[in-house]
């Protein structure tokens, strides 16, 4: 196990490697720089400003340079904000992104796992038919619509709620229940399959069959193998709630991760968005790493498999 966990890992840092010099690649392909927005900015301010940030040294000498500082934990300056670094931002902007995606990822799994069982359990019935119909229609509507919606309904016909902000728990509501609604739906779907699967599943059949109590089958045997291929799918939702979404975060006006990183994508902020992108991507291989790893651990034959590998 710890051999295949070492080189998953060294897997993931060739994987970074790469993706470091696509994005390093990208954002220097773009026609401008961060500071051509001012054309009026003499050309000498503008020769300055670039020496002061580096962009006047040839391309592979910046990529160079950027990486090495990196690994040494130095994510640079953001061009937006040069009185603190990039990592004093993302401390600053990420706790309320962090905030909120926990409480979306306890809903989203908790109500999630609660509908797909209660729609498994009573399949093809009226209850099965509106958590299918209600889990399709989360996962097509985009979570800007349903944030949107939100706003309208709660916020301004209503007046329960205040239309955006941060500061106040009340501010959590509608941020985390348009953020959840798309993942709660994958959830639900995911289990109420899995669950149908092992239901029908042999060994469910006999235990029913000799009389065991629907409780100790479910337990015993039902929620161990369903909860093994929902692993995989599920984990790798996580990252994309702990960083936050752009749309939700302007819907709502919260200032948090998310939101920073569209404007720093708007007015090229170099070492904000490319910071940014690989911690996203850090956190993505992790995530698939543990997903893997709990796979093995719940699963025997795979970890038999592994060891006979």
């Known amino acids: 196990m710890l051999t295949y966990i070492l080189r998953r890992l060294g897997g993931l840092f060739f994987s970074l490697a790469i993706l470091s010099i696509i994005v390093f690649a990208l954002m220097h392909s773009v026609p401008g720089g961060p500071f051509s927005y001012d054309q009026n900015m003499p050309q000498y301010m503008m020769d300055n400003i670039n ?37 004093d931002v993302v401390l600053r902007a990420w706790p309320i992104t962090l905030m909120i995606g926990a409480f979306s990822i306890a809903f989203a799994f908790g109500f999630g796992m609660l509908l797909g069982t209660i729609a498994a359990f009573n399949q093809n019935s009226w209850i099965d038919n509106l958590v299918t119909f209600g889990a399709t229609l ?50 639900a779907r995911m289990t109420r399959v899995n669950l149908l699967e092992t239901l029908s599943a042999e060994h469910v059949r006999l235990a029913r069959a000799r009389g065991i109590p629907t409780r100790l089958i479910v337990r015993r045997y039902v929620l161990k193998n369903a909860s093994i291929p929902m692993i995989t799918v599920l984990l790798p939702l996580i990252p994309d709630l702990l960083t936050g979404s752009i749309f939700i975060e302007a819907v709502f006006s919260v200032p948090g991760l998310g939101r920073f990183f569209t404007t720093s994508a708007l007015n090229r902020d170099y070492p904000m968005v490319m910071a940014m992108a690989m911690m996203i991507a850090l956190l993505w291989g992790l995530m698939y790493i543990i997903s893997d790893v709990l796979y093995a651990v719940i699963d025997p034959r795979v970890r038999l498999a592994s060891k006979a590998a």
């Open 138 to 187: 989360g996962m097509a509507v985009p979570s800007y619509v349903i944030g949107s919606v939100l706003v309208i309904v709660f916020a301004v016909q209503l007046k329960w709620l205040p239309t955006g902000g941060w500061g106040e728990p009340k501010h959590l509501i509608m941020p985390v229940i348009a953020f959840s609604l798309g993942p709660m739906a994958i959830v």
């Open 51 to 87: 020496h002061k940030y580096g962009l006047d040294q040839p391309v592979l000498v910046q990529y160079v340079n950027w990486v090495s500082a990196m690994l040494h934990g130095d994510f640079g300056i953001p061009f937006q904000s040069p009185t603190e670094t990039v990592v």
